[in-house]
């Protein structure tokens, strides 16, 4: 079994930082992508950043500049550190990860998520 464990959210001011953290444990083989997704309600959960296999990193448009991935492969963790937030990065965050399991066994993986509000 593959588990995703998220820390690091929380509540801070509009202008803060925060850092998120999403470890995975078990049976790892082998790391694919690594992703976080925001959510709020009554929007569609959205893709705020990856970090794809030969260091590729991809961001939202509303995030740039602003958050930063980062992966760790001898850990299994990847980070997201974020950085002059604003309001209206309050969301639920969900670290989501493609993980081997076996040299031809692989599967997608959802963290619980972890709240980030940010006052104004």
């Known amino acids: 079994q593959v588990q995703l464990v998220e820390s690091g959210g929380g509540l801070v001011q509009a202008g803060g930082s925060l850092r998120l953290a999403c470890k995975a444990s078990g049976s790892v083989f082998r790391l694919g992508y690594m992703r976080w997704f925001r959510q709020t309600p009554g929007k569609q959960r959205e893709l705020v950043a990856a970090?794809?296999?030969?260091?590729?990193?991809d961001y939202a448009d509303s995030v740039k500049g602003r958050f930063t991935i980062s992966r760790d492969n001898v850990k299994n963790t990847v980070y997201l550190q974020m950085s002059s937030l604003k309001p209206e990065d309050t969301a639920v965050y969900y670290c989501?990860?493609?993980?081997?399991?076996?040299?031809?066994?692989?599967?997608?993986?959802w963290g619980q998520g972890t709240q980030v509000t940010v006052s104004s």
């Open positions: 989501n990860a493609h993980i081997a399991t076996a040299e031809y066994t692989s599967a997608d993986y």
């Open positions: 970090a794809y296999s030969h260091t590729n990193t």
